[in-house]
């Protein structure tokens, strides 16, 4: 039976940040479900085609603004935006394991056999 691994201790800025990046990865499906939310409410109630527009463009305002807050809090980390800190490509990323060297995949020849 292998020993049981010891827990990866991330540090309070790494863990706040990759919390955001879901957070940002999340975004797309609650706007999803808001915006089929009216649709679930019953076929039985006439509905304003008015009210109807105001929830939508309301609803798109607010994922701009809420992915508008979250990109300026990811901003302001010392990375910046594009930077995954659990990366193990980059510098200072999570070191990887003991004894696994992966390889990259070799490129296929693109001269064609005769």
Known sequence: ???PRE???LARETYRRRRLIDAVRLLPI???LMFFAPLVGGAGTTRSTALAGIYVFSVWFALLFATW???RFLARAPEG???DPL???RPGGPP???G???EPPAAPDPTPAS
């Open 30 to 32: 609650a706007g999803l």
């Open 69 to 71: 807050g979250l990109v």
């Open 100 to 102: 696994t060297t992966e």
């Open 7 to 9: 827990p990866v201790f």
């Open 1 to 3: 039976m292998p020993a």
């Open 81 to 83: 935006v594009g930077s």
């Open 96 to 98: 990887s394991e003991p």
């Open 87 to 89: 990366d193990p490509e």
